[in-house]
């Protein structure tokens, strides 16, 4: 876990906490869908972290397995997949509310009010976007060791 004021670029775990599973690649393909998982292979569960310069809580996620980024697959609207591709996609990532420990909220830069979440609690559960900030938006921020 890290602080909210240390939120850098580095290479993470993205868990889910409600359900304590992690953003993994579904498959290796060039183009894949965001699930969680409890557990899987190191490689599909690191997230790079690239913090934009000059822009407040900003950033690319990128696959460290696949050197790919998350994206939206189609418009940014509720119920939408969040996918991997080549093209880099600007995330808002920023503390929840304070009493939440280090707790975040991940959005797309061109609607901030939608926040990713995952639909079901099971293995393979697909990310998505959410337009209700209650249900289950609160992600962790593990830093993996070098």
Request: net charge negative; proline share 4%.
């Amino acid at each position: 876990m890290i602080d909210q004021a240390t939120l850098q670029t580095a290479t993470y775990n993205i868990r889910h906490i409600a359900t304590g599973q992690y953003v993994a690649l579904k498959d290796t393909m060039r183009t894949s869908t965001l699930i969680v998982l409890q557990d899987s292979h190191f490689e599909h569960l690191a997230w790079v972290l690239d913090k934009l310069a000059g822009l407040e809580d900003t950033y690319h996620i990128r696959s460290f397995l696949q050197n790919t980024f998350a994206q939206m697959g189609e418009s940014p609207t509720a119920g939408a997949e969040i996918v991997s591709g080549t093209e880099s996609y600007p995330w808002f990532i920023r503390p929840a509310a304070s009493g939440f420990g280090d707790f975040y909220l991940i959005s797309p830069c061109s609607d901030p009010s939608l926040y990713w979440t995952i639909m079901k609690t099971r293995d393979g559960t697909k990310a998505i976007l959410t337009n209700n900030p209650q249900h289950h938006v609160y992600w962790q921020f593990v830093k993996m060791s070098a």
